[in-house]
């Protein structure tokens, strides 16, 4: 049976996906922050199918910990539900993504008009110069900024190597970091065709402050705290 709504589900999506980008793609015209709105429908379509169809659900705590202006979110990383429902949970999100995303046919044209910040990973030092001038930019034009810090998706009860440079963007823009923990591996598992029913649990943490600390700080606070989360998660 889970099989066959995972089956159902992935038709739905394609077939939603397709016009639906076609349309958006005639939307280029349109101010980042109105377009985002507007492309932030799909995110809404497939996680009613998700809920509709696969039974997976979300509940989120810690929303009063949001702070008014634009920051960095530095959220665990287990598969690909938290880059979707991030869409309907958080004001309007630029995500930290590599560039050769965007030449996927269809998935990679309508990324590319979500404004996010395409980078080159390859690039050393370089890629994170990308994400201090390209972050800055859309935290002034009123983004929010997300950045899994672990760099790809682990699987529930797993932890990789945290890198600096969400929390080296916060430091520098002067912004607090918002830190995220969630569980929406165990129904969404990592690369996995077959999605499970449950209830998905995200927690967002209180801002870490960046004024006149290290980025090395930052980050160190904001791993202790996901971890710790996660730990009772």
Request: hydrophobic residues 50%.
């Amino acid at each position: 049976m889970p099989f066959l709504r995972s089956l159902l589900f992935f038709v739905l999506k394609v077939a939603f996906t397709v016009p639906f980008v076609t349309f958006i793609l005639f939307l280029f015209f349109l101010p980042p922050l109105p377009r985002y709105r507007v492309i932030t429908l799909w995110g809404r379509m497939v996680i009613w199918l998700a809920r509709v169809i696969l039974g997976i659900r979300f509940r989120v705590e810690g929303l009063e910990n949001l702070p008014r202006e634009p920051s960095v979110v530095l959220s665990k990383h287990q598969s690909a539900w938290e880059t979707i429902a991030f869409q309907q949970i958080f004001p309007p999100l630029s995500f930290v993504l590599k560039k050769n995303l965007l030449h996927i046919p269809f998935f990679g044209w309508g990324l590319a008009l979500f404004s996010p910040i395409a980078i080159d990973r390859a690039a050393g030092r370089e890629a994170m110069k990308q994400v201090e001038a390209q972050g800055k930019a859309r935290l002034q034009a009123g983004f929010w900024v997300l950045v899994f810090p672990e760099g790809t998706r682990v699987a529930p009860g797993e932890k990789g190597n945290y890198q600096v440079g969400g929390a080296w963007l916060a430091a520098k823009a002067g912004v607090p970091v918002v830190p995220v923990a969630h569980n929406a591996g165990i129904c969404w598992p990592k690369n996995a065709f077959v999605k499970r029913p449950g209830l998905i649990t995200v927690v967002i943490g209180p801002p870490i402050p960046t004024a006149g600390r290290k980025a090395t700080q930052v980050l160190a606070d904001t791993e202790a705290w996901i971890e710790n989360t996660m730990a009772r998660l």
